[in-house]
T-cell receptor
Framework: SQTIHQWPATLVQPVGSPLSLECTVEGTSNPNLYWYRQAAGRGLQLLFYSVGIGQISSEVPQNLSASRPQDRQFILSSKKLLLSDSGFYLC????????????FGDGTRLSIL | AQSVTQLDSHVSVSEGTPVLLRCNYSSSYSPSLFWYVQHPNKGLQLLLK??????LVKGINGFEAEFKKSETSFHLTKPSAHMSDAAEYFCVVSERTGGFKTIFGAGTRLFVKA
């Protein structure tokens, strides 16, 4: 069966520090991969999605970036965190068709001080 | 254009009473529709999905939803609420438009009173 792992579960970082959140998927090949941010009490905001290695689409301009160095690995990064980057970050994967659901990791709670 | 509207930001029910979480969508194509549940500090878990087969879809934990094209609705129901159902619920529409696009509703917080 397929599983998705996301880490760390919680992270506290100072303003201006770098960020690296990692997500890996097991049990499937060539998944679509997604990064979302969920602010407190808000819905999900799609940040990036990827349909293949090295293929990244950005949905929202910001100081975050994403990379997909391997088929089942998706990394969210920042060179300098802002206070507004605080939130709950969720990674997800899906099959290639629009009628296939997304499957989510357990999320990373990021707090910027 | 594609959109999803969850008509209630909060719903409160008593344990053992029915649950109704409302969702309306708009889509230019034949959409796929999903409901997810999110417990605090957790990821989203798929409850059920509609993908152009039977219009009444049964999901996990006793939830079901009915796709009504004429009303552009996909409401989530459960006959009898349990305390463990207290969570945030998201209605999602996905359609293929060249690539494909997935839109999440803003969410409905379900409170269950003892």
């Amino acid at each position: 069966s397929q599983t998705i792992h996301q880490w760390p579960a919680t992270l506290v970082q100072p303003v201006g520090s770098p960020l690296s959140l990692e997500c890996t998927v097991e049990g499937t090949s060539n998944p679509n991969l997604y990064w979302y941010r969920q602010a407190a009490g808000r819905g999900l905001q799609l940040l990036f999605y990827s349909v293949g290695i090295g293929q990244i689409s950005s949905e929202v301009p910001q100081n975050l970036s994403a990379s997909r160095p391997q088929d089942r690995q998706f990394i969210l990064s920042s060179k300098k965190l802002l206070l507004s980057d605080s939130g709950f970050y969720l990674c997800a994967w899906s099959g290639p068709s629009s009628n296939q659901p997304q499957h989510f990791g357990d999320g990373t709670r990021l707090s910027i001080l | 254009a594609q959109s999803v509207t969850q008509l209630d930001s909060h719903v409160s029910v008593s344990e053992g009473t029915p649950v109704l979480l409302r969702c309306n969508y708009s889509s230019s194509y034949s959409p796929s529709l999903f409901w997810y549940v999110q417990h605090p500090n957790k990821g989203l878990q798929l409850l059920l999905k509609y993908t152009s087969a039977a219009t009444l879809v049964k999901g996990i934990n006793g939830f079901e939803a009915e796709f009504k094209k004429s009303e552009t609705s996909f409401h989530l129901t459960k006959p009898s609420a349990h305390m463990s159902d207290a969570a945030e619920y998201f209605c999602v529409v996905s359609e293929r438009t060249g690539g494909f696009k997935t839109i999440f509703g803003a969410g409905t917080r379900l409170f269950v009173k003892a």
